[in-house]
């Protein structure tokens, strides 16, 4: 911070300068090493980018390809040594086998040979002729491509180059686009195949189907969190005491109503006779999961409500000093809203890359022309990479949040006219974490991805032991999960408060944490009381967002069971409306964190005389002192105290 004067009296009777203390205004680049290992870190997965892009084919996935390397539906590019290769699908978006009534599966592969069509025949054909009636008719040609439709009755090797006859009815089915035929026998024989090939893919490749086959249902519910967060940041702009117990009454309802459909669910999925897939059976591993932690969460909830209950009033007060100087600085409301369009187009990079990384593979010529996938080693490792990537990056958006957010009220808060704040201060705060400070907001946000990863590592051995662990080991997992979600949420705080230190002294992320540290442990009797019950009522915003939600998604996914392991797109989900709820309804929490640490500042350092003025409104000063009950009875001294040696406010360093 830097010294701005106005007239005081100096020890020797003449005039100098009063102290005034704001932001610093000459900064230096900090942790300039930690912003050159990120984009070290973006080189990398630029590279996995070029290299998903050019070796993998997510259409493949679920538009469906036919045994020459044609993706149905799009246009499509020659595979050298296969002549049928390289045509124009866009017409032609189903897949159909030639021999649908004997399927085999073979090392993943169906052994039938499959063609693009335009349409499946919905009624039985008995005859070339009335293959050659039907291709004309509907323009769905159902033998291979280069066999011409006037050649079907003329062409003596037609019954090999054509479907097996007689050809079933089928109907397109809308996942995976295949034609499913509809003669009971076929249909059985199909449906098993199916089933077959479903079940002996890995996990990673269930996932990628799930999510690209609920890919609108993803959207559309994260659109909903967007919805539910904007209201809610509103409500709490103008909130009233009403406001926050139809808030916990409305979390409290969509808890126990979550939790109910989500045991319905687990009951009616294990109850099903007719569960063959071993995505179904995932999904029925996982609603009981879902089931119990949310069982768990709002029991706990209900519990913190009833105990806190008597903290509503300070509440209310604590968001209306919010709002107030949310008023003076009014473009801080769109800040989430440029936070969460820059998360959505990073996560719709993220899955483009990570859904063309699965199908990367390389195109290999077979006997009779046909083309077949054979998977890129190494797949894997890049995925594990560009999941670390997917924390990382989402985690210093936010942080770059919190700093730019941070900045503004440092920049309002350390100014003597309250009623004519600075101009443009996020503008400046934005300016000045882009210039100086992004290498702070890569470090903090580097170490809550340490802390992450662990827990995956868990999580994902934990899968893998599932059917061996013991009831200890079971217990130590749990508890390992525990510790370090402890230690994250630790980290969290911490990081916020750091990133409001840099923004007032300029300092690197480690000088800023430890100068936060000290000044939050020296007034935590007086802080922590307030923000507590703040930082819980925004809590129970953000649960109502995911719950919500998630009942959504419960009810969107439910129709569509078969095939695709739906509870991890709404996992998914889930984490895409809370990380959404947070960058929108954490402006209040962070805007109050930042206001206590620079009232903690402005207290420590100077007294309230005339000399040392605070820089602190009188509203935001009288709240404290009742909240904290500091005006009872503290031997008739001031509410804060006086530096003990009696100094001016020093730099922290």
Known sequence: MERRGGPQQDAEGGVSELREWRPVVYRKCTDTLWLLLFFLYWAGLMFITGYAVMAGAAERLVLGY???????????????????SGRDMTNKKYVFFLNSCSLEMQNLKISSLSLCVSSCPQEQLNSLEDLQSFARNNGSCLCIYNLNISSYTLNPKAAELCPTLPVPPSKSFPLFNRCVPQNPECYSKYASVLISMVNEMDVFHRILSGILAGRDTVIGLSVLALAFSLILVLAFRFIRTVLVHTLIALVVFGMFFVSGVLWWLYYDYRNDPSTELETEKENVKFLLGYAIFSTIVTVVLLSVILVLRKRLQFTVQLFRVVGKIIGRIP??????????????????????????????????????????????????????????????????????????????????????????????????SMSVLFCYHLGTAVKGSFLITILRIPRILLLYLYNILNQKESACAKCLFKCCFCCFWCQESCLRYFNQHAYTATAINGTN???????AVFVLAKNSAKLASISCFGDFILFLGKVFVVCFTVFGGLMAFNYHRELQAWVVPLLLVGFFAYLISHSFLSLFEMTADAIFLCFAIDTETNDGS???????????????????????GQNHRRPFQDNEDGTELQLMT
């Open 331 to 428: 473009f801080l409301l769109f800040q989430p809203l440029w936070t969460f369009l820059i998360l959505v187009v990073f996560w719709v990079f993220w899955v483009a890359i990570l859904l063309s990384l699965g199908t990367a593979g390389t195109a290999q010529t077979a006997s009779g022309g046909q083309v077949e996938y054979r998977a890129l080693s190494g797949i894997y490792y890049m995925a594990w990479y560009l999941f670390v990537g997917l924390i990382w990056t989402s985690e210093f958006i936010l942080a770059c949040q919190q700093m730019t957010i941070a900045g503004a009220v440092v920049t309002c808060y350390f100014n003597r006219n309250k009623n004519n704040p600075p101009p443009h201060p996020v503008l400046s």
């Open 509 to 515: 992320f480690c000088t800023s944490a430890k100068d």
């Open 66 to 84: 036919d045994s020459f390397g044609n993706i149905c539906g799009r246009k499509n590019t020659p595979v050298k040594g296969a002549p049928l």
């Open 610 to 632: 005339a000399e040392r003025p605070y820089f602190v409104d009188q509203e935001l000063l009288t709240f404290v002192s009742q909240s904290n009950k500091l005006t009872d």
